[in-house]
């Protein structure tokens, strides 16, 4: 076979497979805050993509294995083995990995915060340009139909005008 026993092909797969988990942990976690959202999807990015090298002893020490996989999975190889040494080393790339991950995590918030803020803003400053225009807006309808009511119009009608108006909602 062309492709078998590959460990390229082996770490494309497995980054494959953590995009996927990354992606849908993104969306599994929408109820959060965007602010804790990156940090928790950061961390587990960290988690899961950086590389530690490793070590397998077997019963016969010809048969040991050496190389390089993600630092969860030799820090649980090492767990399972009982083996405090690779357990140590795989740990602290662990922890390096987190902490990268919620620096990039974070530095993802802090790039995509400016955007929302200037989102936000956008939308107070169309929200004020229609207030002021349905308040010139009721201004005039106002001035006419006090006018109107004056003039010729029962006490009913201008009450019934009066409350019609009242009710109108104003149009966005």
């Known amino acids: 076979m062309l492709i078998s026993d ?3 092909q082996m770490w494309l797969i497995y980054l494959g497979l953590a995009a996927v988990v990354l992606v849908t ?5 929408r109820a959060l805050p965007r602010f804790v959202r990156w940090i928790v999807v950061g961390a587990v990015a960290g988690m899961i ?5 490793f070590h397998v002893t077997a019963s016969v020490p010809e048969d040991s294995y050496g190389g390089t996989a993600p ?22 790339m662990l922890v390096l990995g987190i902490g990268a991950g919620v620096a ?3 530095g993802i918030w802090w790039l995509g915060r400016g955007r929302e803020q200037r989102r936000r803003e956008m939308a107070r400053s169309r929200q004020r340009r229609a207030s002021s225009a349905d308040e ?6 106002h001035g006419e139909g006090l006018r109107a009511e004056r003039r010729d119009m029962s006490a009913g009608g201008a009450t019934r005008s ?6 109108q909602e104003p149009s966005l």
């Open 104 to 106: 990039a995590g974070l």
């Open 49 to 53: 993509a950086v590389p530690t090298g």
């Open 71 to 92: 630092a969860i999975v030799a820090f649980a190889v090492s767990l399972i083995q009982k083996d405090g040494s690779g357990m140590a080393s795989a740990f602290a």
């Open 25 to 29: 942990g993104y969306l599994a976690v």
């Open 162 to 167: 009066r409350a019609a108006r009242d009710r």
């Open 6 to 8: 590959s460990l390229p």
């Open 136 to 141: 010139e807006e009721n201004d005039d309808l």
